[in-house]
């Protein structure tokens, strides 16, 4: 397991992280989220020991990374997968961590073939794409077969094959009873992946929960209804004290766990429904509800080029 109490880090008059505490649990995967300067990347170095907290501690199976016997047989990570030399071979990379690790050569092979890159494993690894990239970084974190593993944006640059096969990995090894924390932008993937989310904005913590409770407690659940008989069903809805919000396109919306209320009514009153869809927010919608006030940068429309700048862009002049 991993905690943190009162975690925080400060640059200079800048914090970066302030009165953090969470635990990640074994046996699920805790999904890491906030938005780009949160302080995630920081919250991470300092579980691993690269950077030192100002206040407070984090432990790992309560101890500080660097107290750990053989740390790289507790905890393996992946930070930072272009942090590896691009001569070497992706086997000899593995091989030099595995040497210093006293971890066996033959293990290097097993996650070599785990990731999938046993028929690369003697290229240099300057040569490989980003999705391989992250593929080997996953190995080095698997090379001391650990009980608890961080992983930073692991899907980065990985095709829909490949980010089928981390999510799998990632539950796979929290059902052997590990450890699994994971950071990550993809919020479509991470509503696929994470069973437990700790969200941070501005180095704080805002919510730390299940997955389903984060959602519902960030987000609008409705029931979307169509039908033709739109006016009847209307009313109909009225008559019952049941509030309506006319959403266009011949559909109407109620907000609340209320399908079966409303096919029940319709049934009494013999009309016919073309749609009866409870709707719940994605996870991507309620993130970004709950984090708005604490996004660093915030972009905005900007007005629309004027004429005479717009007719230079077309005709190929330079401009300015």
Do not use: C
């Not at 989220?33 to 302080?39: A, Q, R, V």
């Not at 293990?107 to 980003?130: I, N, P, T, Y």
């Not at 080997?136 to 829909?160: C, K, S, T, Y």
């Not at 407690?217 to 008989?229: C, E, G, H, K, Y």
């Amino acid at each position: 397991m991993i905690e943190a109490v009162g975690l925080t880090k400060r640059y200079g008059d800048k914090t970066a992280v302030y009165n953090l505490s969470f635990q990640v649990r074994p046996g699920m995967v805790t999904g890491f989220l906030g938005p780009n300067g949160s302080g995630k990347s920081t919250t991470m170095r300092m579980i691993l020991g690269l950077d030192n907290p100002t206040a407070g501690h984090v432990t790992i199976g309560g101890h500080p990374y660097r107290r750990l016997p053989s740390a790289a047989r507790h905890v393996g990570a992946l930070l930072d997968a272009k942090a590896v030399h691009g001569g070497r071979s992706a086997r000899n990379h593995l091989l030099s961590l595995a040497q210093l690790s006293g971890i066996p050569q033959r293990r290097v092979d097993e996650v070599l073939g785990v990731v999938g890159l046993q028929d690369v494993a003697r290229r240099r690894s300057k040569g490989f794409s980003l999705g391989m990239g992250q593929r080997l970084g996953i190995a080095a974190a698997l090379l001391g077969d650990p009980q608890v593993l961080l992983f930073d944006e692991p899907v980065n640059g990985l095709d829909p094959e490949g980010i089928l096969w981390v999510r799998n990995l990632m539950k796979s090894l929290a059902a052997e009873g590990r450890t699994v924390f994971v950071s990550s932008h993809l919020m479509s993937e991470m509503a696929l992946t994470a069973d437990h989310l700790v969200v941070i904005g501005q180095g704080r913590l805002l919510a730390d929960t299940t997955m389903a409770d984060f959602i519902a407690r960030n987000s609008r659940a409705f029931v979307r209804v169509r039908s033709p008989q739109y006016e009847q069903l209307r009313d109909a809805l009225h008559q019952a004290g049941i509030t309506v919000v006319e959403a266009g396109g011949g559909a109407l919306e109620v907000d609340g766990d209320m399908a079966e209320p409303i096919g029940e009514l319709a049934a009494r009153h013999h009309l016919v429904l073309h749609e009866l869809s409870p709707r719940q927010a994605s996870l991507e919608e309620a993130f970004m509800r709950l984090t708005a006030e604490s996004v660093e940068y915030h972009a905005h429309s900007g007005p629309a080029p004027d004429r005479e700048w717009r007719g230079d862009l077309e005709h190929g002049k330079k401009v300015g």
